[in-house]
């Protein structure tokens, strides 16, 4: 394992945006792991995990501590189960289970980041969640010093949060999928035409994080708005951040070199140069004109580090 000092975080997240760490690590086993988490202990610093990059924003001020970026990418097929490290692109979930004609994941193509940042944040996209599909997690319990296994009923997944978002000592080191036998070529197809309808929606390879806010619950006036507005029925409640915030008119609201998205608000984009600072500003812009227009207030989707 190999410590590294003073690392640029921008250049580790999809964002693009942020100061350098204290001192930075990256993990490809438990052993690793366990060292270190001693040495962050030993010399009394705070540690942050990072996965992919994606959903997150750090300071311009940096991070003062470790930043532990997993790296265990070890992927297993056994009939209809796929086992992946953390540090595997989520990208690589849906490859592996198109290239062994398995269906259930394909919904995930598109979505950057790592399994592990997604399966703490239950990411999901055209209705499917992590939850739907995942079978059991193993982590590293930091407080126990042991590697304990959870399945998914004991992860308290919900919308956009989970167990390990709750309880930082436990630290993801694989997960378990449970798909289904499929077509190759169906799945392969039914890949393109969701990317197809991803890049309508918002355009790819950009500097983002992806969507800034979550959907948040509200009134059934504004749902019945929202209805009469796109002809979609509301999901439990909710109604897309972006609706709200276009609606709102922060399309292509622009602070320095951030701005909210093109073709939709809730996709906040780093135009070359923007800091984070400039992010929070529009952040709070944002949340100020959805709450006088519809009296609803947003929460953020994209942690905020080292503020």
Not at 203 to 215: C, M, R, T, W, Y
């Amino acid at each position: 394992m190999q410590i590294k000092k003073s690392v640029d975080l921008s250049r580790l997240t999809t964002f693009g945006i942020g100061g350098n760490s204290e001192y930075f690590t990256k993990i490809e086993s438990k052993k690793n792991l366990v060292n270190a988490m001693e040495f962050a202990e030993a010399n009394n610093l705070e540690y942050y995990i990072l996965a992919g990059g994606s959903n997150i924003l750090f300071s311009d001020d940096g991070f003062k501590g470790i930043i532990i970026h997993m790296a265990i990418n070890c992927i297993n097929v056994c009939k209809e189960n796929i086992v992946i490290g953390s540090g595997a692109k989520l990208s690589d979930l849906v490859l592996v289970a198109k290239n062994n004609s398995l269906t259930g994941v394909e919904k995930f193509v598109g979505i950057p980041g790592t399994v592990g940042g997604a399966v703490r944040g239950n990411a999901g996209a055209f209705g499917l969640e992590i939850a739907d599909v995942l079978e059991s997690v193993t982590v590293y319990d930091k407080f126990d010093n042991k590697t304990k296994f959870l399945d998914v009923s004991s992860c308290e997944y919900d919308y956009r949060t989970s167990l390990f978002k709750k309880n930082k000592n436990y630290i993801i080191l694989e997960a378990s999928f449970s798909l289904q036998k499929g077509n190759e070529n169906e799945i392969k197809k039914q890949m393109y035409d969701l990317l197809e309808q991803r890049t309508k929606k918002q355009l790819q390879d950009i500097k983002s994080a992806g969507s800034f806010f979550v959907n948040p619950i509200v009134s059934e006036e504004i749902q019945d708005l929202f209805y009469k507005d796109s002809g979609i029925k509301s999901k439990n409640g909710r109604v897309p951040a972006g609706w709200l915030l276009d609606s709102a008119g922060l399309n292509r609201k622009r602070i320095g070199d951030a701005q909210a998205g093109y073709t939709h608000a809730n996709y906040f984009l780093n135009l070359g140069k923007a800091t984070a600072s400039e992010i929070i500003q529009l952040a709070s812009f944002a949340k100020t004109r959805v709450r006088d227009e519809f009296g609803v207030q947003l929460k953020e989707e994209v942690e905020l580090v080292g503020f």
